[in-house]
């Protein structure tokens, strides 16, 4: 276990991510942030979540270490590049896969519901969102921000991700669970297909409708004989929440970056036209947000 490929730094936090020379496991160093991952990653293996089985973990180098056992060599952000640079689309296999584990997920959150208590927050790093965007901390939005939770006050709590996308699925399960929190049932895997629109279409591959329908679909197969509802129902509410995740810490602090006050700027439109659907309909439709591309375009 001494014989380690460095795989790559590990995003928005200190460590990195290593590979086992037979490809088995896979260790991650970092702070008292891995830890706390690593201490819920074991409890979320006892609850039959579908995430890595920890092997070691300890003190290295002043720092933290987990090893993992691998559960897939790729993403399903990788296929999905791979699909599109192929043939232009991502394959239906993909989707199903995606379907697939989000469907393990759920079973499991289900079976282990947690008490009613504050999430949104946590869920939407709202506190940051309303400081850097002061002009959206206003009676409208607070009204829309009530209305999605009085809704998702009907299904239940569960331990969640909180970071759940394409990116953080493999063939058998779900990695990263460094935001972990309560969620309501659902709040993570409804949305995951709707954020590659947040992220501005640049990822190299986009969804189609139908192929989010589908997995939609699936999805609901599974909620009705767990809730006995279509948590579908509510993925406006869901989409709700995630402007404002998505629109967290994104303002810039350097006046001469001007490509991130444009990626800003287009962050904010994404939460403008997201509100204005929402209050109209409890529904926001991802696939009528412009690309970053275009908006950059349309705003040079």
């Known amino acids: 276990m001494s014989d380690w490929e460095f795989v790559k730094d590990r995003t928005a936090t ?6 086992s020379a037979d490809g088995l496991l896979y260790k991650r160093t970092g702070g008292e942030d891995l830890r706390a991952e690593t201490e ?3 409890l979320a293996v006892g609850l039959g979540y579908p995430v890595p089985e920890i092997v070691d973990s300890g003190l290295e180098d002043e720092g933290y270490f987990v090893v993992e056992r691998a559960i897939g060599e790729t993403s399903l952000h990788e296929e999905a590049m791979a699909d599109a640079k192929r043939d232009g689309q991502v394959s239906c296999q993909v989707i199903s896969t995606a379907a697939a584990v989000a469907s393990k997920l759920l079973q499991a959150q289900a079976r282990h519901p947690l008490p009613a208590m504050p999430w949104f927050e946590k869920a939407a790093f709202a506190a940051e969102v309303f400081e850097e965007n002061p002009d959206f901390d206003t009676p409208r939005v607070h009204a829309a921000v009530k209305h999605a939770l009085d809704r998702l006050a009907q299904l239940p709590m569960a331990h969640g991700h909180l970071d759940y996308g ?3 699925v493999l063939q058998a399960g779900v990695i990263d669970w460094q935001h972990h929190g309560p969620i309501p049932l659902g709040y993570d895997v ?5 954020i590659v629109a ?3 279409g640049g990822k190299g591959y986009t ?6 329908a589908a997995y939609i679909a699936a999805l609901d197969g599974t909620t009705a004989s767990l809730v006995e509802k279509r ?3 509510h993925l406006g509410d869901f989409l709700m929440v995630k402007c404002f995740f998505f629109l967290a810490l994104m303002r810039p602090t350097d006046p ?5 006050h444009i990626k800003w700027q287009y962050r904010r439109t994404l939460f403008t036209m997201g509100l204005d659907q929402y209050e109209s309909s409890d529904t926001i439709d991802t696939g009528v947000f412009p690309t970053l591309e275009r908006f950059t375009a349309e705003h040079r």
């Open 190 to 194: 409804y949305p995951a297909l709707d």
């Open 256 to 260: 001469a970056r001007h490509d991130k």
């Open 231 to 233: 948590v579908s129902e």
């Open 14 to 19: 200190q460590g990195a991510v290593w590979r």
């Open 40 to 42: 819920f990653q074991q």
């Open 166 to 168: 394409l990116p953080n």
């Open 198 to 200: 947040f992220k501005g």
């Open 207 to 212: 969804i189609s409708p139908e192929q989010r």
